[in-house]
């Protein structure tokens, strides 16, 4: 088993949905939690970077963290076709290695 | 700012021939790092080097070899390329250890 489960999607919704992105994990020792979007044919870039549980907003997105429940999504309101790319969750913490990647979603906003 | 760049963006190569990766960062980063994705598999920590003159295996490492030439420079070696090498590697930096990592744009290898 994975520690890092991703909901696999592909994921297609019209302009202006809310989207919602999950990943949940096994290693309690996560405490650093990251999301990137990866456009077609481009490396990750980093969206996304909290650490604990709770809420982080930062325009159209907000990340949240449940490390009860180990469960953490991506929210994006009002979403955009500019949207549209593989969205990847990653997590470590300092007494678990390295940071360990989801298999990444990929979003697809329609006009 | 060029930020990571990876040479070459895309290869061919036969089965049994070596070549190496470059990666290249001017963000002044400490740690380096060398990815493999292939589909449905996500990204996939081949070697990493935590600092200049310091090297380790991630989770995939088997066929490769790395070396940290400076505190810039990072390049993945494939000694005898095989098929199940076929995939797009990254190399990405970071400041330190785990903190937030920027990626290159990719090379697409193809072994056939």
């Known amino acids: 088993q994975k520690e890092v489960e991703q909901d696999p999607g592909p994921l297609s919704v019209p302009e202006g949905a809310i989207v919602s992105l999950n990943c949940t994990y096994s290693?309690?020792?996560?405490?650093?939690f990251m999301w990137y979007r990866q456009y077609s044919r481009k490396g990750p870039e980093l969206l996304m970077y909290?650490?604990?549980?709770g809420n982080k907003e930062d325009g159209r997105f907000t990340a949240q963290v449940d490390k009860s429940s180990k469960y953490i999504s991506l929210f994006i309101r009002d979403s955009q076709p500019s949207d549209s790319a593989t969205y990847l969750c990653?997590?470590?913490?300092?007494?678990?290695?390295?940071?360990?990647f989801g298999d990444g979603t990929t979003l697809t906003v329609k006009p | 700012n060029a930020g990571v760049t990876q040479t070459p963006k895309f290869q061919v190569l036969k089965t049994g021939q070596s070549m190496t990766l470059q990666c290249a960062q001017d963000?002044?980063?400490?740690?380096m790092y060398w990815y493999r994705q292939d589909p449905g598999m996500g990204l996939r920590l081949i070697y990493y080097?935590?600092?200049?003159?310091?090297?380790d295996k991630g989770e995939v490492p088997n066929g490769y070899n790395v070396s940290r030439l400076n505190k810039r420079e990072f390049s993945l070696r494939l000694e005898s390329a095989a098929p199940s090498q076929t995939s797009v590697y990254f190399c990405?930096?970071?400041?330190?250890?785990?903190?937030?990592?920027?990626f290159g744009q990719g090379t697409r290898l193809t072994v056939v």
């Open positions: 990653a997590m470590w913490g300092t007494n678990a290695g390295k940071s360990t």
């Open positions: 909290t650490y604990s549980s």
């Open positions: 290693n309690s020792a996560f405490q650093y």
């Open positions: 990405a930096s970071s400041q330190r250890e785990n903190t937030e990592a920027f």
């Open positions: 963000m002044n980063h400490n740690s």
């Open positions: 080097s935590a600092s200049e003159g310091t090297t």
